[in-house]
């Protein structure tokens, strides 16, 4: 089992900046990739950023604004957001996949965190 504990969310104004934080305990490998979805209200949940090794990937609405990181020795995944909009609004979750394969299917990823809230009013 692996736990994720996500935080850093928050209410914030358009334009202002978030960083996220996602760390992961138990039994996590030594290989994996780490991968943040939101979900705003009547939506489906939506790919945002993961990141295997050193690669990383984008979804196109947070390219440029968005950058994911992570710390080997804290096991520990950053979402650095800047630049946010109303639309950037959601509740973001920070998953766990086994492997270095970078998806950005949800059914994918093994472990999900519980959620933290990111508000951005315009």
């Known amino acids: 089992q692996v736990q994720l504990v996500e935080s850093g969310g928050g209410l914030v104004q358009a334009g202002d900046s978030l960083r996220l934080s996602c760390a992961a305990s138990?039994?996590?490998?030594?290989?994996?990739?780490m991968g943040w979805f939101r979900q705003a209200p009547g939506k489906e949940r939506e790919f945002v950023a993961a990141?295997?090794?050193?690669?990383?990937y984008y979804a196109d609405s947070v390219k440029g604004r968005f950058t994911i990181s992570r710390d080997n020795a804290k096991n520990t995944v950053f979402l650095q957001m800047n630049s946010l909009n109303a639309e950037d609004t959601a509740v973001y979750y920070c998953?766990?996949?086994?492997?270095?394969?970078?998806?950005?299917?949800?059914?994918?990823?093994?472990?999900w965190g519980q959620g933290t809230q990111v508000t951005v009013s315009s």
């Open positions: 998953a766990y996949r086994r492997g270095v394969v970078i998806t950005t299917t949800p059914q994918l990823y093994d472990y």
């Open positions: 138990g039994r996590t490998s030594s290989t994996y990739t």
């Open positions: 990141i295997s090794g050193s690669s990383t």
